[in-house]
């Protein structure tokens, strides 16, 4: 094997051992950004499950309200099941 094959094949080591260690670090950011995004969900989750809890309190308002005041109550129910179920469109087409 000449000596200029033989650097080349050095070199070329050298450099796929440096892109090696810039692959492992953008897999390590790639696993951070995977972190975050698992925390963006989650904490969008959360929010969703508070626009549930909303929900079905209303609901149990409205369930336990006079024959009059149902009525009055059923504005409430609809605009929070509305913002539930907008939360929950959004997360799906987010995620």
């Known amino acids: ?3 200029t094959r ?13 892109w090696n260690a810039e692959i492992d670090k953008l897999e390590a950011k790639s696993r951070q950004k995977e972190a975050d995004a698992r925390k963006a969900y989650e904490k969008q989750i959360e929010s969703i499950k508070e626009k549930r809890r909303a929900t079905r309190e209303n609901l149990d308002d409205m369930r336990q309200a006079g024959e009059n005041a149902w009525q ?8 929070a099941a509305t913002s539930l179920g907008e939360a929950i469109r959004s ?3 987010r995620f």
Request: aromatic share 4%; net charge negative.
């Open 72 to 79: 009055d109550l059923k504005a409430g129910v609809e605009m």
């Open 1 to 3: 094997m000449s000596d």
């Open 91 to 93: 997360a799906q087409s």
């Open 6 to 18: 033989e650097l080349y094949i050095e070199k070329m080591k050298a450099k796929l051992d440096e």
